[in-house]
């Protein structure tokens, strides 16, 4: 079905159309918002192509993605990822993966990856092998609550704590981008889990404005902050007690025990005069 960016689908129509006339390629499968019905003027295009593994070390990734639109940009990324910008500053990710491996590790990644419409995601397929993965992703699977919730209230004490002893030394950006970047997204992480909202998983920040309570959202916002010494510190300590209420509220539904003096300690630091 089209979606919100007729530009997206004009792309992913013509790549389909070269995959299909490369023989080198066994298979191409879409994921990203495009998959999942969520795609809109400012979506990236985002795909594995699996490449015939004799063909993998001669595979020229950019010059394929030439023949899709220029490029003003093209480099493999940290996570090892060929990434582009098109002319039109449509960015775009690209995998490029051995076909057979690449194809059996499809299934692994349940729980992670949601293909609402597989047959939509696979642009090429010339085996049938990239079908049958693609389609054990149809399903929906929500992360065991249980051990999830252990584990992100673990992450949230141990990573709140170094940025407790961060802000003692007094780095207010390093601790700024600590409260940012990694204690935030952990946090948003647990907050979706108590509120059935899991579908944004891997970015929970995404769609926060319409899948988040106006009160959670209200709690995100106090834990953010300017990197100025005095917000960050306010945003660090609100963070801390958003983190415990989280962590309690889930301790208490799934019934698992909270290193309680640990937590008054880290609130401890936090609330240290410097």
């Not at 994921?31 to 993998?56: F, K, P, R």
């Not at 992703?137 to 961060?166: C, G, K, Y």
Request: proline share 5%.
């Amino acid at each position: 079905m089209p979606s919100a960016s007729p530009a997206l689908d004009d792309r992913i129509d013509r790549l389909r159309k070269l995959a299909h006339a490369d023989p080198r390629l066994e298979g191409v499968l879409l994921y990203g918002s495009w998959t999942l019905g969520e795609a809109d003027a400012h979506s990236d295009i985002e795909a594995y192509l699996y490449i015939q593994d004799d063909e993998v070390a001669g595979f020229d990734g950019r010059a394929f993605l030439e023949q899709l639109a220029p490029l003003r940009l093209a480099y493999t990324n940290m996570y090892d990822i060929l990434t582009v910008v098109f002319d039109d500053l449509m960015r775009g990710e690209f995998h490029l993966t051995p076909a057979g491996s690449g194809i059996d590790e499809v299934p692994t990644w349940q729980g992670m990856v949601h293909l609402p419409r597989p047959d939509d995601a696979v642009l090429l397929d010339r085996t049938g092998r990239l079908t049958r993965a693609a389609r054990q992703l149809a399903e929906f699977r929500p992360h065991e609550p249980v051990s999830t919730a252990r584990q992100l209230t673990d992450e949230l004490a141990n990573w709140t704590l170094m940025l407790a002893h961060i802000l003692a030394r007094g780095e207010i950006a390093r601790a700024h981008a600590l409260l940012h970047t990694v204690v935030a997204p952990l946090q948003l992480q647990l907050c979706r889990l108590l509120r059935g909202s899991t579908a944004h998983w891997l970015t929970p920040s995404r769609a926060l404005e319409q899948e988040l309570p106006a009160a959670d959202r209200d709690r995100y916002v106090t834990t953010t902050a300017v990197a100025r010494e005095l917000e960050v510190r306010t945003a660090a300590r609100n963070s801390w007690r958003w983190s415990r209420e989280l962590a309690g509220e889930a301790a208490g539904r799934w019934a698992f025990d909270l290193p309680h003096e640990l937590h008054e300690q880290i609130a401890g630091l936090l609330d240290a005069p410097r």
